[in-house]
């Protein structure tokens, strides 16, 4: 049983506290909360959820970190590093002459001319050809080497007797030498050592002379020394060189000069008379790619010695340097290869001291680029989130006003707007900024209006829904008494009431935002180099190479991505519940 005087006594004191009006009166919990402003308990309600505390945490370092940390980055968003490094470089190219090199002998010419019906005779495989009525013929040496002579003509017969048409008298010798010729029935006969040629044309034989006028070698030559290439390459040296070549000597001279000729697979080595290497005769080419680089004649002999060999590779050391090359071939090419020092981009660096996130793709700080393109994905996500709730609230508040004509028209219109499928036209629109070349400041504004543009219709039915319950209530009648104007009547009065639940949305939506704009950056369609935004980081995952092996390029952008999201999300869903006015106290 309960005791009435305990009872009595327990609530004694307070009706006495409640009686005495000079006593001060204690504000306990329940009092505080109905002198509250409307305001200060929906803070109350909302910092109670400790989820949107958590929330209000997250977005607060997001922001820190896109805004303020720019401040104390000491690198800029588009800044690429650079570092002295190796690669493999093409450094000479080589190669077997296929087209013949022609020297004229002193004195004479052999034109584009003379050298075009050459190749055709030799295609024919004719032993004479005319060029510009001047008769010549050729004598291959070896595989690689052709003598040209001009056949000067100096005498000419009909019916079995010669004249001279030069004005001078044949010698006895050459009539000898003519007509065993005839008796023998061969071309070309010898008299005082020179060469004569029997040339028919119908009923009219031609005796002419033979005058070496060229030589057409698939040979390079190549002098050791450079004061002594214009030697090497004279008609003279080439032509005896060829003759000794041709019949495997191992020895010839000119001028009184001995020159010995030591034969390798391939090329062939010249020696003067001391001993010493003087040229190098070779049916491969070897060119430097930097015409202004100078290659040593044995830096090409070693070369021309692996390419006989099938060799993939050789080192050759000069200057006390040793260099190591690689031959590729392709096709009938030969690219000689070498590690060259270069100035190159650091890509893909993992995190260090100094640079705590790494390097991008581009070489640049990826810390740094996360803290500027956390400023654009944010930027995006508000300007457009402003721009769907201003069109939406205009449009909403006037159709949920008005009602009848106007709410019929204008909400056709919202849906219009809501057939037009949202992501095939935004990314139309991004194929053609991307066709137009837009700059990428431009391309971000232009972003945002079209996110903007496409977004508002959730938020115009939600004001006109709302509108429509709130505008026939007691204080929109005495608004109406009281002849306050129509838009001060949907601005000053509705539209406030309708803000707490524009507020939950558009803190949902934005999260919504970042995620399309980090779509459209990672397909490539949303802020483009140099600037950053988290979802152009993220991009880079596109690729399984760097997905699987550079986790450091793309896990911190979609961690960045989420943790906004769900900040946005954690602190719509508190703001829902601390508007709810049936939430508890």
Same mark, same amino acid.
């Given at each position: 049983?309960?005791?009435?005087?305990?009872?009595?006594?327990?609530?004694?004191?307070?009706?006495?506290?409640?009686?005495?009006?000079?006593?001060?009166?204690?504000?306990?919990?329940?009092?505080?909360?109905?002198?509250?402003?409307?305001?200060?308990?929906?803070?109350?309600?909302?910092?109670?959820?400790?989820?949107?505390?958590?929330?209000?945490?997250?977005?607060?370092?997001?922001?820190?970190?896109?805004?303020?940390?720019?401040?104390?980055?000491?690198?800029?968003?588009?800044?690429?590093?650079?570092?002295?490094?190796?690669?493999?470089?093409?450094?000479?190219?080589?190669?077997?002459?296929?087209?013949?090199?022609?020297?004229?002998?002193?004195?004479?010419?052999?034109?584009?001319?003379?050298?075009?019906?050459?190749?055709?005779?030799?295609? /024919?495989?004719?032993?004479?050809?005319?060029?510009?009525?001047? #008769?010549?013929?050729?004598?291959?040496?070896?595989?690689?080497?052709?003598?040209?002579?001009?056949?000067?003509?100096?005498?000419?017969?009909?019916?079995?007797?010669?004249?001279?048409?030069?004005?001078?008298?044949?010698?006895?010798?050459?009539?000898?030498?003519?007509? /065993?010729?005839?008796?023998?029935?061969?071309?070309?006969?010898?008299? +005082?050592?020179?060469?004569?040629?029997?040339?028919?044309?119908?009923?009219?034989?031609?005796?002419?002379?033979?005058?070496?006028?060229?030589?057409?070698?698939?040979?390079?030559?190549?002098?050791?020394?450079?004061?002594?290439?214009?030697?090497?390459?004279?008609?003279?040296?080439?032509?005896?060189?060829?003759?000794?070549?041709?019949?495997?000597?191992?020895?010839?001279?000119?001028?009184?000069?001995?020159?010995?000729?030591?034969? +390798?697979?391939?090329?062939?080595?010249?020696?003067?008379?001391?001993?010493?290497?003087?040229?190098?005769?070779?049916?491969?080419?070897?060119?430097?790619?930097?015409?202004?680089?100078?290659?040593?004649?044995?830096?090409?002999?070693?070369?021309?010695?692996?390419?006989?060999?099938?060799?993939?590779?050789?080192?050759?050391?000069?200057?006390?340097?040793?260099? +190591?090359?690689?031959?590729?071939?392709?096709?009938?090419?030969?690219?000689?290869?070498?590690?060259?020092?270069?100035?190159?981009?650091?890509?893909?660096?993992?995190?260090?001291?100094?640079?705590?996130?790494?390097?991008?793709?581009?070489?640049?700080?990826?810390?740094?680029?996360?803290?500027?393109?956390?400023?654009?994905?944010?930027?995006?996500?508000?300007?457009?989130?402003?721009?769907?709730?201003?069109?939406?609230?205009?449009?909403?508040?006037?159709?949920?006003?008005?009602?009848?004509?106007?709410?019929?028209?204008?909400?056709?219109?919202?849906?219009?707007?809501?057939?037009?499928?949202?992501?095939?036209?935004?990314?139309?629109?991004?194929?053609?900024?991307?066709?137009?070349?837009?700059?990428?400041?431009?391309?971000?504004?232009?972003?945002?209006?079209?996110?903007?543009?496409?977004?508002?219709?959730?938020?115009?039915?939600?004001?006109?829904?709302?509108?429509?319950?709130?505008?026939?209530? +007691?204080?929109?009648?005495?608004?109406?008494?009281?002849?306050?104007?129509?838009?001060?009547?949907?601005?000053?009065?509705?539209?406030?009431?309708?803000?707490?639940?524009?507020?939950?949305?558009?803190?949902?939506?934005?999260?919504?935002?970042?995620?399309?704009?980090? %779509?459209?950056?990672?397909?490539?369609?949303?802020?483009?180099?140099?600037?950053?935004?988290?979802?152009?980081?993220? #991009?880079?995952?596109?690729?399984?190479?760097?997905? %699987?092996?550079?986790?450091?390029?793309?896990?911190?952008?979609?961690?960045?991505?989420?943790?906004?999201?769900?900040?946005?999300?954690?602190?719509?869903?508190?703001?829902?519940?601390?508007?709810?006015?049936?939430?508890?106290?």
């Amino acid at each position: 049983m309960i005791d009435n005087n305990e009872i009595n006594e327990n609530t004694e004191p307070e009706k006495n506290h409640l009686e005495d009006p000079n006593e001060p009166m204690a504000l306990d919990d329940a009092r505080r909360v109905k002198v509250l402003s409307p305001g200060m308990l929906v803070f109350k309600r909302f910092i109670r959820n400790k989820l949107a505390v958590i929330g209000i945490v997250i977005l607060t370092f997001m922001f820190l970190f896109s805004f303020v940390g720019p401040l104390f980055s000491p690198y800029d968003q588009a800044q690429v590093f650079k570092g002295i490094g190796s690669m493999t470089k093409e450094f000479a190219g080589a190669t077997y002459n296929t087209e013949l090199r022609y020297t004229a002998a002193e004195g004479f010419q052999f034109s584009a001319a003379d050298r075009t019906q050459f190749l055709l005779a030799l295609g /024919k495989k004719q032993t004479t050809f005319n060029s510009g009525g001047v #008769n010549f013929t050729y004598v291959q040496e070896d595989p690689n080497t052709y003598r040209i002579f001009r056949l000067n003509p100096i005498a000419e017969g009909l019916a079995g007797s010669i004249r001279s048409t030069t004005g001078t008298p044949l010698s006895q010798s050459v009539l000898d030498g003519y007509a /065993k010729a005839v008796e023998d029935k061969v071309d070309e006969f010898t008299a +005082d050592g020179v060469l004569y040629q029997i040339v028919k044309s119908g009923k009219v034989t031609q005796i002419t002379q033979e005058m070496e006028v060229a030589l057409g070698t698939l040979n390079v030559f190549d002098a050791y020394n450079q004061a002594d290439q214009a030697f090497v390459n004279s008609y003279a040296f080439k032509l005896a060189a060829s003759n000794a070549i041709a019949d495997k000597k191992k020895y010839f001279s000119l001028n009184s000069q001995r020159f010995s000729v030591i034969y +390798d697979e391939g090329h062939q080595t010249i020696f003067d008379k001391d001993g010493k290497e003087f040229a190098e005769v070779s049916n491969i080419i070897v060119n430097p790619l930097d015409q202004s680089l100078f290659l040593s004649v044995p830096f090409k002999k070693v070369i021309r010695e692996a390419i006989t060999n099938r060799e993939n590779g050789f080192s050759y050391t000069e200057n006390g340097v040793t260099i +190591d090359y690689d031959i590729v071939r392709v096709n009938v090419t030969y690219n000689i290869k070498r590690e060259t020092p270069t100035e190159l981009i650091r890509m893909y660096e993992r995190p260090t001291a100094e640079h705590p996130l790494g390097l991008d793709n581009n070489g640049m700080d990826l810390m740094t680029r996360l803290m500027y393109g956390g400023r654009v994905s944010l930027m995006v996500g508000f300007v457009v989130i402003f721009i769907e709730v201003l069109i939406g609230v205009l449009v909403g508040g006037i159709s949920g006003y008005f009602g009848g004509w106007v709410d019929t028209g204008l909400m056709r219109f919202v849906d219009l707007f809501n057939s037009i499928p949202f992501y095939p036209m935004v990314l139309i629109f991004g194929s053609v900024m991307d066709a137009l070349e837009v700059p990428p400041m431009t391309r971000i504004f232009l972003l945002m209006a079209i996110l903007g543009l496409l977004g508002w219709t959730g938020v115009a039915r939600v004001v006109r829904g709302q509108i429509l319950s709130l505008r026939e209530q +007691d204080f929109m009648v005495a608004t109406e008494a009281t002849g306050i104007r129509t838009s001060r009547r949907i601005f000053r009065h509705l539209v406030p009431n309708v803000m707490p639940l524009l507020i939950v949305h558009a803190t949902a939506g934005l999260g919504g935002i970042i995620i399309s704009e980090a %779509t459209l950056g990672f397909l490539g369609l949303g802020v483009k180099y140099p600037l950053a935004s988290w979802g152009s980081i993220i #991009n880079v995952a596109s690729d399984a190479f760097v997905m %699987t092996n550079y986790w450091f390029m793309w896990i911190p952008a979609g961690l960045l991505i989420l943790l906004t999201v769900l900040g946005f999300n954690f602190v719509g869903d508190g703001l829902r519940d601390a508007f709810d006015p049936k939430m508890k106290r």
